[in-house]
């Protein structure tokens, strides 16, 4: 899941960003309200964490030019402390949640998954593939019955092929999606992750559900049983 978190205080962003990206998603950070609302227009985010007091534009102007344009991603703003006015502004200028600072980082965590869980913009509860299965929200994975365990970046690597299962998706969409706009590194890691998916979610089932579409990207199927459908 990727988030965009708009904080002009450089340490709290920067704090933010380590702990989402520790709890595995994909985030991009802006300290200034005209650059967030660019970069909220211009990328699909699961979910956005918006300050008030922004450079440029502020975050009740940000939050209410994106509903005006349609753009329904979850909105979690942080509002000054004890600001109840703050507080109703920020609900009724569009946003879905707030936060007051100071604030826990578990407690901004749990909204952010109670945003996700609620469904935001263009998510489903669980995706199946087969009998392959993801609740995005609660970060599980398994087939039929048997819960598979995943790291942070294995999962977000696997909803990835699971949203659009049966397309073939692109290392650059993956890296796109599952890792920050400032990655830099090498798109074979993609591969790795891919590697670790096939040894958790098929090789145990006798499955072959992950392709590799040569000069392409990866596809995910909903039914792969024999060996030569899987080359590396």
Not at 59 to 70: F, K, M, P, T
Not at 82 to 90: I, P, R, S, V
Not at 182 to 203: C, H, M, P, Q, T
Request: glycine share 10%.
């Amino acid at each position: 899941m990727r988030l965009l978190v708009i904080e002009d205080e450089e340490r709290l962003a920067a704090a933010l960003k380590r702990g989402l990206e520790a709890a595995g998603y994909a985030v991009d950070v802006a300290h200034d309200g005209r650059v967030g609302l660019y970069m909220a227009r211009e990328h699909p985010y699961q979910a956005i964490v918006l300050d008030i007091m922004l450079p440029g534009l502020n975050g009740y102007r940000v939050c209410a030019r994106l509903r005006a344009e349609g753009i329904d991603t979850p909105i979690l703003m942080l509002t000054a402390k004890n600001g109840e006015y703050d507080e109703a502004e920020a609900l009724d200028t569009g946003a879905d949640d707030y936060l007051a600072k100071p604030f826990s980082y578990v407690v901004l965590e749990a909204r952010l998954r109670a945003l996700l869980r609620r469904g935001g913009a263009r998510r489903q509860a669980v995706l199946y593939v087969g009998d392959l299965w993801l609740d995005p929200a609660g970060r599980a994975c398994g087939r039929g019955p048997t819960r598979i365990e995943l790291t942070a970046k294995e999962f977000a690597v696997l909803e990835c092929l699971a949203e659009r299962a049966g397309e073939v998706v692109t290392k650059n969409e993956i890296v796109e999606q599952v890792w920050s706009a400032d990655f830099d590194g090498d798109l074979n890691i993609v591969e790795v992750y891919v590697s670790a998916l096939r040894r958790k979610i098929d090789a145990p089932y006798g499955r072959a559900s992950i392709t590799t579409v040569r000069g392409s990207g990866y596809r995910l199927n909903g039914q792969g049983h024999s060996h030569d459908q899987r080359t590396r």
